[in-house]
């Protein structure tokens, strides 16, 4: 590791508390089961009718773990982030105290989408009998972030980012920029979202959705597939973990943010602004390319993506320098929810010293130049790795995380 | 790529507004516009043109014109939404001076809006539901996700910084600057363009009334009266505003106009049920006071406030109140801009840019139609001010508990 | 059905699903260029006019294939595709 300069140690931004709902089920433990296991769990999608679309499948939370979750008054995104957050605060053993004064920032695209879409699709058919539209009370992303606040009495700064598929990753990005900036000494920062028909109708129609699994980094990889679910992560200073005695998961060592200002849909050939943020998160973590081993990408599996992802690795790193696997291969992408949900799993992979699998890798495409972890999760003991999200519209979240007891 | 200094040890926490765009039912421009909209202090609100509204228990609104938005072969892909942001961005940096590719390369960009594209998520549902999967447009579906703007006006105007989309109810756009100076605090871009927008559609319209929202909510004349006892509701508007937020020493080495200081941006949440508005027990105001430490501003030294409450009898009463125990019977006048231009969630870069007016050349809106105010101890902007006050604050309370406080000084 | 009418039809879904102005999708000739070079649509434009296609001609094109967007050089290339996957184009 190179020697880094230490800024303020009390600045230093710590991760103390996760927590997870997933396709896998409720809880991180068993989301770092299911991902160690290198286990896909892409199938049928049941949530609502798909004839007539190409891809029909997703990685779909259980309808029994859904009905353990919350209540039946709360909006599927509401429970999911309820629960996720609950998870976080209580491995970080935060009380009330701690709460009043701390952000939160929970990313998202389609917040209670489902439900609105319940309502319209209702009232679409029914025209004479249209159910009164409560349900559009919880449709936009900034009402879960205020039922996440209310249920745990949080008072600091509150957000609701939305930056498609790296709104969480942006989440964590500016809270921990909060907290370095003396702002807040916690916040809660993840992100939330469901499968939805709008998403669902929308990737197919663009024709991004592989009707198999996906099999991001592959030579005959065909697009993604969608998946939901939910992701907080507790962010500290250190000095305010140190004096509560926190558990240290691991430190933030520096977040990069970028835009490509390219095209609505595709990043450019050369994926600059994906090379801009990685450099972004290394600078301000004081670090080198050499100092990063592994990278969980973004990795959604299209064709674009995948190719543009790896012309920016190698841009950073060089051709084959970092081992790299896609979190989406095992679990669809979780949309809003991908950053934070990826963040956890680098996290993990720290503490473990395991690295999960990209699944359904059963021929690498010779031209993405790395080690994508085929298949069997793979023993590595790091100091510190990186988790890239490249969204929708050209918006770039590159985030460096340190296991806790590594010098910073 | 811009860096800043991640080392600082005192994130600076003042920036200079440098540019002004608007895109809103007076017309398109940047500060001047906003001075003679305060200054004329004639309404936008009339009954609704761009969409039938029989039937409802509202009519009324502030649209934006079609005139004043383009049918561009650039803006071909481009949502209502979308022009109405990039339009009010461009017109925000060519007044800041920000011209060249290079130094657009390094500016940020944060969208604030309480609704983004329904419009277009509707318009793309009903592909669906009319003609099954062939009815669906892949052209409309990437309008569908709210940072849909903020990524076609980096498109547009070649924006590489950091990129943000903040979807909040009420204070959207009070949001977008405080985010804004969050980011030039860290280091993220020596500017960031802060834009608030909404719109109005047939739908959320409707859909508003049915749910009670706007005035006049089944009983009285419907109208926006802001802190007067006839308060029965908001008067729905739509618009785009976007203020130039850039660091003072970035602004300087330039040679940038600027327009006035942003002393500090600060906001807060109160728990609360979501929905419903904040109860405020016990002087519960820590945004506020962070406020005006952080801008090393005393109470008395504020001379106006807008305020973000737009007739909502509730909204109204809970702001007063705040007000009241802050600064007592003489503090700033208290003023609002929603009688003019009707309320949407993106308006708080509106009430900024308003605020800088304010500070800079004395001029403000006029509560013209305050006959029987609901509280007495506090004092509103009847009356044309005499002087500049050398600050005003930009005060913001939303549904759900989001509390923004920003302070607008004089250079 | 004849090439001219698939041209025309052609021309109103560039207006009515890609939103190129009426007259200037009118104005096309078959062989101007319709990519970057000339009308400027790009691959998001493609995919919205192969749906158009495909509701219009009731037809399902396969765009999987390499040089896909070839069909998309101009009216004549991609017309020739339609008549190609009716069967009327060996």
Redesign the interface.
């Known amino acids: 590791m190179s020697q880094r300069?230490v800024?303020?140690d009390e600045c230093r931004v710590v991760v103390t508390g996760l927590g997870v709902v997933s396709p896998y089920g409720r809880g991180s433990q068993v989301y770092w089961q299911g991902l160690s296991q290198g286990h896909c769990i892409l199938g049928p999608l049941r949530l609502f009718p798909t004839d007539?679309?190409r891809s029909r499948i997703a990685g779909e939370m259980s309808a029994a773990t859904v009905r353990a979750l919350g209540t039946a008054h709360q909006s599927r995104a509401t429970r999911f982030l309820l629960a996720a957050a609950q998870e976080a605060v209580c491995s970080a053993g935060l009380g009330p105290a701690e709460l009043t004064t701390a952000a939160?920032s929970i990313g998202g695209?389609g917040?209670g989408?489902l439900e609105a879409?319940d309502w319209?699709?209702a009232r679409?058919?029914q025209p004479q009998d249209t159910p009164?539209?409560v349900a559009?009370?919880?449709m936009?992303?900034?009402?879960q972030t205020?039922?996440l606040?209310?249920h745990?009495?949080?008072?600091?700064?509150?957000?609701?980012?939305?930056?498609?598929c790296s709104s969480s990753a942006?989440a964590i990005a500016?809270v921990a920029?909060?907290i370095?900036?003396?702002?807040v000494e916690v916040g809660l920062a993840g992100g939330v979202d469901t499968l939805t028909?709008?998403c669902f109708?929308?990737?197919?129609?663009?024709?991004l959705l592989d009707p198999q699994p996906c099999r991001p980094f592959a030579r005959d990889r065909r697009g993604m597939s969608l998946g939901e679910g939910a992701a907080v992560l507790v962010l500290e200073s250190w000095q305010h973990a140190v004096a509560r005695g926190a558990p240290m998961r691991a430190s933030v060592a520096g977040c990069g943010?970028?835009?490509?200002?390219?095209?609505?849909?595709a990043p450019p050939a050369d994926a600059e602004?994906a090379v801009?943020a990685m450099?972004?998160a290394l600078?301000?973590g004081h670090m080198t390319p050499a100092d990063i081993t592994y990278v969980n990408a973004h990795g959604t599996g299209t064709v674009q993506n995948d190719r543009a992802e790896a012309v920016a690795l190698a841009a950073v790193f060089g051709a084959g320098n970092v081992l790299v696997s896609s979190t989406k291969s095992l679990i669809g992408h979780a949309m809003g929810a991908a950053g934070a949900l990826e963040a956890v799993a680098t996290i993990l992979a720290l503490e473990t010293g395991l690295l999960p699998p990209t699944a359904n890798l059963w021929e690498p495409d010779p031209a993405i130049p790395f080690d994508c972890i085929p298949h069997t999760p793979r023993p590595a003991t790091l100091d510190c790795a990186m988790s890239n999200s490249f969204?929708?519209?050209?918006?770039n979240v590159s985030l460096i995380f340190l296991r806790p007891d590594v010098a910073g | 790529?811009w860096?800043g200094d991640?080392?600082m040890?005192r994130?600076a926490s003042r920036a200079v507004i440098t540019g002004i765009g608007c895109v809103s039912p007076f017309g398109v421009g940047g500060y001047d516009l906003v001075a003679e909209v305060l200054k004329a202090n004639v309404t936008a609100i009339q009954p609704l043109a761009g969409f039938p509204t029989a039937g409802l228990a509202s009519c009324l609104g502030a649209e934006v014109p079609a005139a004043c938005l383009p049918l561009t072969?650039e803006a071909?892909?481009w949502s209502r939404l979308s022009q109405m942001t990039v339009l009010a961005c461009r017109q925000a940096v060519a007044e800041a001076g920000l011209c060249s590719s290079a130094a657009l390369?390094q500016v940020g960009?944060v969208v604030g809006s309480?609704?983004?594209d329904l419009r277009s998520?509707?318009a793309?549902?009903?592909g669906?539901?009319r003609?099954?999967?062939?009815?669906?447009?892949?052209?409309l579906?990437?309008s569908?996700?709210?940072?849909?703007m903020?990524?076609?006006t980096?498109?547009a105007?070649?924006?590489?910084?950091?990129?943000?989309?903040?979807?909040?109810?009420g204070v959207a756009g009070e949001?977008a600057v405080?985010?804004a100076m969050?980011?030039l605090?860290?280091g993220?871009a020596p500017a960031v363009i802060a834009c608030g927008v909404d719109e109005l559609f047939p739908l959320l319209y409707e859909?508003l009334v049915?749910?009670r929202v706007p005035s006049p909510r089944g009983s009285g004349e419907e109208a926006c009266r802001p802190f007067d006892r006839r308060h029965n509701g908001p008067i729905l508007g739509e618009g785009a505003t976007a203020v130039v937020l850039e660091l003072p020493e970035h602004a300087r080495a330039r040679g940038a106009p600027t327009l006035a200081e942003v002393r500090s941006a600060c906001?807060?949440?109160?728990?609360?049920?979501?929905?419903r508005f904040p109860i405020l027990r016990d002087r519960q105001y820590?945004v506020l006071d962070q406020a005006l430490t952080d801008a090393a501003v005393r109470p008395d030294d504020v001379g106006m406030a807008y305020l973000s409450s737009c007739g909502d009898p509730q909204h109204d009463a809970i702001e007063l109140a705040c007000m009241a125990a802050t600064f007592g019977p003489n503090g700033p006048l208290l003023t609002s801009v929603t009688h003019l231009t009707g309320e949407y969630g993106g308006l708080g870069t509106f009430r900024v840019a308003a605020a800088a007016a304010t500070v800079r050349q004395g001029i403000s809106p006029r509560l013209d139609y305050l006959c029987q105010p609901i509280r007495t101890d506090v004092r509103f902007a009847t009356q044309p001010v005499t002087q500049p006050p050398a600050v005003a604050l930009v005060h913001g309370l939303a549904r759900?508990?989001?509390h923004t406080a920003i302070l607008v000084g004089r250079l | 059905m004849i090439q001219a009418e698939i041209v025309a039809s052609l021309k109103r879904l560039l207006s009515e699903?890609?939103?190129?102005?009426v007259a200037r999708a009118q104005a096309l000739a078959l062989d101007t260029p319709l990519l970057k070079d000339g009308l400027?649509l790009d691959s998001?434009?493609c995919?919205?006019l192969t749906?158009g296609m495909?509701?219009e001609f009731g037809l399902v094109f396969d765009d999987s294939e390499d040089d896909w967007m070839y069909h998309f050089s101009c009216l004549g290339t991609l017309s020739e595709l339609v008549l190609t996957v009716k069967g009327e184009l060996a």
């Open positions: 300069h800024r303020d007539g679309f939160v695209a917040g989408m879409e319209y699709w679409y058919h009164k539209p559009l009370r919880s936009l992303p900034t009402n205020d039922a606040a209310f745990l009495r949080i008072g600091g700064p509150r957000e609701s980012p939305v930056l498609a942006a500016t920029d909060l370095e900036t003396g702002v028909r709008l109708m929308g990737f197919n129609a663009l024709k943010l970028s835009s490509d200002a390219f095209h609505p849909t602004g801009r450099r972004e600078a301000r969204g929708f519209g050209g918006q | 790529m860096l991640p080392m040890t994130p072969e071909r892909r390369g960009l309480q609704f983004g998520t509707e793309f549902s009903l669906f539901l003609k099954g999967p062939l009815g669906l447009s892949p052209l579906f990437p569908t996700v709210m940072n849909a903020a990524g076609m980096s498109i105007l070649g924006l590489k910084g950091p990129m943000l989309t903040l979807n909040q109810s949001l405080a985010r969050a980011l605090r860290a993220r859909t049915q749910l906001w807060g949440g109160i728990p609360t049920r979501p929905g820590p759900g508990g989001v | 699903r890609v939103r190129i102005p400027g998001l434009d995919v919205e749906l495909e509701e």
